[in-house]
């Protein structure tokens, strides 16, 4: 089977270029020019030329993908936009039936404790004068905010799960705190 082809002519008085398809069906042409006595402007001109097919023969390609969509693979797609147009109930589907919110606080919190110890090795790498406070003042503060948000999003958590229990009339199921 023949392949796609891309025909430049590069002459005195103008530059040409085409695209043609598998079947040799002109898919693009194009014309300008060329720059009288100026060879980086005639290299920049084919180069424009060049880019413009690319980019037209790259969006004849992405539409005739969808042109040969079958019946199924339509079928497919409009059933995915419907799913889309569903109403569902966040609370259900994110937490599931009975199951409590969780904050992410303490999960950030204890993340950016990490990345604090992981800054805090490269005092290992024998770093010294301006670059050591640097590193020692962007460790210290990663750990210190993150075990802030850690111990405040955990305490939130108590303070959510004792409002929860006191509007239903039961004992808060919490876990001791690590703070």
Known sequence: MPQPSLGIDLGGTKIEIVALDREGREVLRRRTPTPQGDYAATIA?????????ALGVSLYLFA????????????VVAEFFKKLDT????AKEVYGAGRKQVSTLPLVGRTIMFMGILVS?????????????AVGIMSGGLIFFGGM??????????KEAEEIAALS????????SAS
């Open 45 to 53: 001109a084919a180069v424009a030329l060049v880019a413009a097919v």
């Open 64 to 75: 005739r993908l969808f042109a040969k969509e079958t019946d199924e693979e339509r079928r």
């Open 87 to 90: 109403p569902i109930d966040v």
């Open 121 to 133: 090795a490269a005092f290992l790498t024998g770093i010294s004068g301006g670059e050591a406070i």
């Open 149 to 158: 948000m850690w111990v405040l999003g955990k305490r939130g958590e108590q």
């Open 169 to 176: 009339g039961r004992v808060p199921n919490v876990e001791p």
